[in-house]
């Protein structure tokens, strides 16, 4: 099989430079702690071996404000991973933390798809905290309840969230795009207290308006006292027992300072929900301390976030990038929360447009947004000014080998390049950048510093250079505390510890090389298996998104006599046309660039692809289609109706 230029000869494409190295957050950090440095492995096998003291050491690096307490780590009595208790003598306050700095300094930059709409400093965050903070308490909010939001990624959630985390409350959000009954099967798991809706927003410019939906949420959220809208509510129709404020009237008044409700390192903080395309969304729950540290090493060590740097992200507030972003503060940079189309009609570069207008230091982004750019020939660097732009960070599938390629020809020459992989599970990375390593060609960087990464084949043996299952083998900080619900504890061992005793199973297909890189093809669930060989779905996609007229592509694993063929379905540009010679081409290229076996033996024409709100591909759902079985969960998708033409895929010609 022909590689990536084999793995481990991966094409080294930029490299930091020792003024880069010597600045860098990572290597201030080595210094601080006295550790002899001579190697990033080195380092990283110190910080499992060693846990107690690299997370310690991480908490006095951050400068975490609380009590941290005698004790890191405390070991369950199986010695396994499950139940381990981390600080377990600590006191803190998320909110407390993301809450600090000068009061003048740049805190929060809000932009919409017209751009740059206001920027605040954190004297003024704070102060609309303390007075979001006043109306949660009128309304009855205390410590562990919860607070959901149905809202846009602009500055009132963010005041919502970190006023309800003040108080030790807990938060959960959806996004307004979600159909009522995606927002019915994720937080009426939880039953909040109370509920903070955006009624009316804009996207791709066209307005919305989810005035029934939030209806109908409250019809069956019998736990909801009251409802706070981000928005003018007239028009909204709900239960007279649930008391309805606008936000003005819910921040009307309050101190000029919030109080801050110190609690456990394991308290609750935030409940994330999976995407659901298996069954109802798990409601995973993450822990105020562990969210915190994990993030604070993520953006200080590996994303070398400085204070006073700008952080961003695009993401809506349903998805684990969201609360990643907002903790952005906690390392005194400012954020930019970004609400619309990353890719309006009206203008493809607005993102752009406002990275250069603020300064922006730090780019997060998915790789169908950089494949939408180059595909449609959009030269980001030679349209803007991007002098302030150090990093760009990438998730939510894997980053194909040609878009590193096209991200130093046409973004930025010195830039730091990093893919990264975790998930909602852990509200984090298990593998990603840092600014020690050169990026290589198609590879993720390096496992997370505290993170016990390996690759195991079907023997459980630890394996270079082949693929198998991602796992982590030992504890880490922001593993969930339960899923919510009935028989959270035992769900949560199923998901994630069932198939290999006292082993994090994370269900992504894998690979290390010898240079200690990643590659990432795909999750274990959808992975191809024709004739027993394991095929990760991001290797067909590498090479077929890559041929002129192909706009988009899925692949599934069609049964026939016991074994599968491999069936893709694409969506041609206009113009396009499948005929012998693009049935051709598909081939040829998959068979030279990936191997025989990933070869598709049936290639479909489809009108669209079947995407999650968050933006992955879901491969299930097209297979479970195709073969006359139930979808699970429509809800969680963003456009359902496109697997209607799948239904009778089995019954059409195919080339």
């Known amino acids: 099989m022909l590689k990536q230029a084999s793995l481990s000869e991966a094409k080294v494409l930029w490299q930091p430079s020792e003024a880069w190295i010597s600045n860098s957050n990572l290597m201030k950090f080595t210094h601080q702690i006295g550790f002899s440095f001579s190697s990033y492995d080195r380092l990283h096998r110190w910080s499992i071996a060693k846990p107690e003291e690299f997370w310690s050491a991480m908490w006095d690096f951050a400068e975490v404000i609380g009590e941290k307490g005698d004790k890191v780590i405390v070991p369950p009595e199986d010695g396994g991973m499950l139940g381990t208790k981390w600080f377990p003598d600590a006191s803190l306050n998320f909110a407390e933390?993301?809450?600090r700095g000068d009061d003048k300094r740049r805190a929060v930059i809000e932009a919409t798809e017209n751009g740059v709409s206001r920027t605040i400093s954190m004297g003024e965050l704070r102060e609309m905290v303390a007075h979001a903070q006043a109306g949660l308490r009128k309304l009855g909010v205390n410590n562990g309840d919860r607070v959901a939001g149905v809202v846009t990624n602009g500055v009132e959630a963010l005041v919502s969230l970190l006023a309800t985390t003040a108080l030790g409350a807990v938060w959960t959000s959806c996004s307004p795009d979600f159909?009522?009954?995606?927002?019915?099967?994720?937080i009426g798991q939880v039953q909040p207290k109370v509920l903070i809706a955006s009624l009316d927003y804009q996207y791709n410019g066209k307005p919305y308006d989810i005035r029934d939906n939030v209806a109908a949420v409250c019809e069956v959220l019998d736990g909801v006292s009251a409802v706070v809208t981000l928005n003018d509510h007239d028009g909204l129709s709900i239960n007279e027992k649930i008391t309805v404020l606008s936000w003005d009237d819910f921040t009307e008044s309050g101190p000029s300072l919030p109080e801050f409700t110190r609690v456990p390192f394991d308290h609750p903080l935030y409940i994330?929900?999976?995407s659901g395309t298996t069954g109802l969304p798990k409601a995973i729950v993450h822990s105020a301390g562990g969210t915190l540290i994990q993030h604070l090493k993520e953006h200080q060590l590996h994303c070398d976030v400085k204070s006073d740097e700008v952080l961003f992200w695009y993401t809506n507030t349903a998805w684990m990038m969201y609360p990643w972003l907002v903790s952005g503060l906690a390392s005194n940079a400012a954020i930019l929360l970004y609400d619309g189309s990353p890719l309006p009609k009206k203008n493809t570069g607005v993102l752009w447009e406002i990275a250069e207008e603020i300064g922006?230091?730090?780019?997060?982004t998915s790789p169908k947004y950089l494949d939408t750019l180059a595909k449609a020939g959009y030269g980001v660097g030679a349209e803007h000014d991007l002098s302030a732009l150090r990093t760009l960070l990438s998730c939510g599938s894997p980053l194909m080998a040609e878009q590193y390629d096209w991200v130093y020809e046409t973004i930025k020459e010195d830039i730091m390049l990093a893919s990264i992989s975790g998930g909602t599970e852990i509200i984090g990375c298990f593998v990603m950048g840092s600014p020690l390593h050169p990026v290589r060609r198609g590879e993720i960087s390096c496992k997370g510093l505290g993170m016990a990464v390996d690759v195991l084949d079907e023997r459980g043996a630890s394996v270079y250079e082949e693929k198998g299952d991602l796992v982590c083998t030992k504890p880490f900080p922001s593993m969930p505390i339960t899923f919510w619900g009935d028989d959270g504890d035992q769900r949560y061992f199923s998901a994630y510890f069932a198939e290999r005793k006292g082993i994090w199973t994370h269900g992504d297909l894998a690979e290390q090389t010898i240079d200690e890189t990643i590659v990432i093809y795909g999750r274990a669930d959808t992975t191809l298996n024709p004739g027993g060989v394991r095929i990760g779905t991001a290797e067909i996609y590498r090479v077929v998104e890559q041929i002129q007229g192909i706009k988009d592509s899925i692949v599934f694993g069609f049964p026939i006599d016991n074994d599968e063929e491999i069936a893709l379905c694409i969506v041609l540009e206009d113009g396009a046309e499948l005929n012998s010679d693009l049935v051709n081409q598909i081939r040829q290229e998959v068979r030279k660039?990936?191997?025989?076996?990933?070869?598709?033996?049936?290639?479909?024409?489809v009108n669209a692809i079947p995407y999650t709100i968050n933006g992955k591909k879901v491969e299930g759902a097209v297979r479970s289609t195709v073969l006359g079985t139930p979808v699970k969960n429509k809800g969680s998708l963003s456009n359902p109706e496109s697997l209607h033409e799948y239904t009778n895929l089995v019954e059409r010609s195919y080339h």
């Open 593 to 605: 660039k990936a191997s025989p076996r990933h070869t598709p033996k049936r290639i479909y024409t």
């Open 179 to 186: 159909g009522a009954k995606g927002i019915i099967d994720r």
């Open 360 to 364: 922006l230091n730090h780019f997060g």
């Open 272 to 274: 994330l929900y999976t």
């Open 97 to 99: 933390n993301l809450l």
